[in-house]
């Protein structure tokens, strides 16, 4: 499938037709014309995305429009063998790839840190939950991609590829969107605009985004306390006077609130092409997306906390992208440097009633956290691909990258000290204190070499050596407990910071050949290593004579945390039949060793991360695009995924044993998209589009075989539908997202056995993370093009 391969359809309908790759023109459908194949550079090289021998989806800036594609989470369910769990805007994505996870299926804060699957912005590294605005495409790869890309991974990539600015057009889009959210107070906003500025004809050019993003919130907090240390968190709720007096309500609480911008100064030459770019988004978000229906009785939208838990994150990222082509070769450097910032606040009350020190005996007790973070990360990758005409083509380049982080995390019990000696020795109510600075070092050279045997056979094969280097420090204190037991001062921190490091290197191989049938028709096979890098649990370390104010520490042996790796088996075809049908399958096996796992610590069972056991997954994809005529096309997806242990795992879900055979939790077996489109063009030159779409996914496990109080959370389908309306530069749509507000629980803090009583307490430990509900809405965008 080495030629170029068009589709004789409507330019409108065969944008649609290609689903993934296509979309709104803003046009009226324009007869016969010509659609050719969408060009990625998933490959490194310009290739159709029909052409690449691998596992590849391809989202182009239309169809994340005609879908109103917004996050990561609406992109994985539209990609066969990704899922990724929704948690509402103040949790980090939980990528899972083909089955690859261990871990119980729960909340986690900050950001994804790219564990699995490295997100790319441009040929940058950058975890973020990008916002989806002024978008070229979005490009996912299923599969280790660490021969072709910097950043290793286990699992995949998706790469983000904004807009660059064009050197020969003026031109300006306006967007803005409305909507009502089933179960919020309010009206929700979507604001934005695009400016292109030529500086010099053919040369230079600026480009400016700026987006903001207003969601109301659905999740009511309305078991807040009035006064910490003071109201009690569980009165006596058949005396609406007892609940008032120290109780009160937050409606809407996870509201959302995004603000995020580019701008980028590009300079295209004879031999150059140079893109200086600045990258803001600025998260502010209430509260958690979740329930307490089953622990604490409260409704589907309800929440239970006694505080409320809001986060504020920042994400900066210069990036200076420069491609030069030397004849025989294309020499890319890309270079990165991020900042995040990270603020919030979490309850913590249950976290200290389920440690059995006896907190459950203060009638007042509510506990919170202050988590803040700063993360700095350089990175820079140097590439050189081959260019030439002869059988052998080949890609070599170098990576580094230097990440700093900075955390704090400081746990206050006000008034704790007065219920345990009558009086107020710690006034500021600090009773844990964790301070901790790690720099993490990776230093990776990888490439890969093809030959092309004939006019229809290539064979390729790809190495990657990288060597990364862990530093870390950390001190905890337990303030209170100094000064209430060991009369310490009232404003001291007794931190002595335990040091540790860890260097580790390995190389990883890839082999990959591909067989074009006929120009419409190719095979293809890969065997891929993938790995992640290990890392450092950052936890005290246990006194080994032992201590009588210590109640959460580390063993020595706990401390490391060694990396895991892929061995990824894979054949597919990619398919264009008839002009109008495009078909692609895939089949998969994948051995996973020494995997890292959610574990706890001896001492406080508090979370760690430990290796342990070997894991299988084996699976189906597949994904089509059909223009069924002029107006009318389909487009849809499918994958079939079966992952579990390969051995037995003592100890390993909660201190009990699983075995051999297991389901692994966080994936469904079944996950399916189907979408149509129907163009109908009106006499006066607009046009008429109607667009639905389909998504759905099988049940899920929450931990290893659902051993240790597990659970099954149901499958659910999702529905999305719009209409709009296309005239020259405009284009109006009405729509509905979760078209009949489908409720589902996508995720669980903790297990069943943490429901019921600690003394006379309840606890709120356990609680569901919960679909977003129905959205309906009005968006409207204007392009201008000069």
């Known amino acids: 499938m080495r030629n170029q391969k068009t589709f004789q359809l409507s330019t409108l309908s065969a944008a649609v037709a290609s689903a993934l790759i296509g979309g709104h023109s803003g046009t009226a459908v324009a007869q016969g014309a010509v659609l050719e194949e969408v060009i990625v550079t998933a490959s490194r090289r310009s290739e159709s995305v029909q052409d690449i021998p691998l596992n590849i989806t391809a989202l182009s800036a239309d169809m994340i429009e005609r879908e109103r594609l917004s996050d990561l989470v609406d992109i994985a369910r539209r990609v066969p063998g990704m899922t990724v769990l929704q948690q509402g805007g103040r949790a980090a994505d939980v990528i899972t790839v083909r089955g690859l996870n261990l871990d119980a299926v729960g909340p986690t804060d900050g950001t994804n840190g790219g564990d699995a699957v490295g997100t790319y912005v441009g040929d940058i590294p950058f975890y973020v939950d990008f916002r989806l605005n002024d978008i070229d495409r979005v490009e996912v790869l299923i599969g280790p991609q660490g021969t072709l890309y910097g950043a290793g991974t286990l699992a995949g990539a998706v790469r983000y590829l904004p807009n660059r600015p064009q050197t020969d057009a003026l031109s300006m889009e306006l967007r803005g969107d409305v909507f009502d959210l089933e179960q919020a107070e309010d009206w929700g906003y979507d604001a934005g605009a695009t400016v292109n500025i030529p500086i010099i004809d053919d040369r230079l050019a600026l480009r400016a985004t700026l987006d903001y993003y207003d969601d109301p919130g659905f999740i009511d907090y309305n078991y807040l306390v009035r006064e910490a240390g003071v109201s009690n968190p569980q009165p006596d709720f058949t005396d609406p006077d007892d609940v008032s007096a120290n109780l009160r309500r937050k409606e809407d609480a996870n509201y959302q609130e995004t603000t995020s911008g580019r701008l980028a100064l590009r300079y295209t030459g004879d031999m150059i092409d140079a893109n200086l770019s600045y990258y803001y988004q600025d998260d502010e978000v209430g509260a958690r997306q979740i329930n307490h229906k089953d622990a604490f009785d409260t409704g589907d939208y309800e929440a239970a906390h006694r505080f409320p838990e809001p986060l504020e994150r920042e994400n900066e990222l210069y990036a200076l992208e420069i491609v030069a082509d030397l004849g025989f070769a294309e020499l890319t450097s890309a270079t990165g440097y991020s900042m995040y910032d990270e603020d919030g606040q979490r309850d913590q009350t249950d976290l200290l009633l389920h440690l059995d020190y006896g907190y459950e005996f203060f009638p007042e007790l509510a506990a919170f956290t202050r988590d803040t973070a700063e993360e700095d990360t350089f990175t820079q990758e140097i590439r050189l691909v081959s260019t030439g005409d002869g059988p052998w083509n080949w890609i070599i380049g170098g990576f580094y990258s230097d990440q700093d982080i900075d955390a704090l995390s400081r746990e206050f019990v006000p008034n704790y000290d007065v219920y345990l000696t009558g009086e107020n020795l710690r006034p500021d109510n600090l009773e844990y204190y ?86 419409d028709v190719m095979g293809y096979g890969t065997i891929s290593e993938g790995y992640r890098i290990g890392g450092l649990n950052l936890l005290e370390i246990c006194d080994p004579m032992g201590s009588d104010v210590q109640t959460v520490c580390i063993d020595a042996d706990e401390v490391l945390i060694e990396p895991d790796k892929t061995t990824n088996y894979e054949l597919g075809v990619r398919s264009v039949l008839f002009d109008t049908l495009v078909l692609n399958a895939a089949i998969y096996y994948i051995e996973w060793d020494d995997v890292q796992v959610a574990g706890t610590t001896e001492v406080g069972t508090f979370p760690i991360t430990v290796n342990g056991g070997s894991a299988e997954s084996m699976g189906l994809e597949l994904s089509s695009r059909w223009a069924a005529t002029e107006n009318l096309s389909f487009s849809g997806s499918y994958a079939y995924n079966e992952a579990e242990l390969t051995d037995d795992a003592p100890g390993l879900v909660d201190g009990e044993d699983a075995l051999d055979g297991d389901r692994l939790p966080g994936s469904p077996e079944h996950q399916y998209y189907l979408g149509a489109n129907y163009v109908l063009a009106l006499n006066d030159g607009s046009s008429v589009e109607f667009d639905w779409a389909m998504t759905g996914q099988s049940n899920v496990f929450t931990k290893v075989g659902n051993r240790s109080f597990g659970e099954k959370l149901d499958g659910y389908t999702l529905h999305n539908a719009s209409v709009s309306w296309l005239q020259d530069n405009v284009v109006l749509t009405l729509y509905a997202d979760n078209l009949f507000d489908e409720y589902a629980e996508t995720g669980v803090r903790r297990d069943t056995s943490f429901i019921g009583p600690i003394g006379v307490v309840d606890s709120r430990r356990y609680y569901h993370n919960v679909l977003r509900p129905r959205q309906v809405g009005m968006r409207v965008v204007y392009n201008f093009e000069n």
């Open 434 to 519: 964790e301070k901790s600075k790690e720099t993490i070092e990776e230093t990776a050279i990888f490439g890969e070499l093809g030959y092309q045997l004939t006019d229809a056979w290539q064979v390729t094969v790809g190495a990657r050596w990288f060597d990364y280097k862990d530093d870390a420090s950390l001190g905890v204190a337990f303030p209170l407990a100094d000064t209430v037991f060991g009369g310490a001062p009232p404003d001291s921190i007794l931190l002595n910071p335990d040091k540790v490091k860890e260097d580790y290197d390995d190389v990883i191989y890839k082999f990959n050949t591909s067989y074009d049938f006929n120009d």
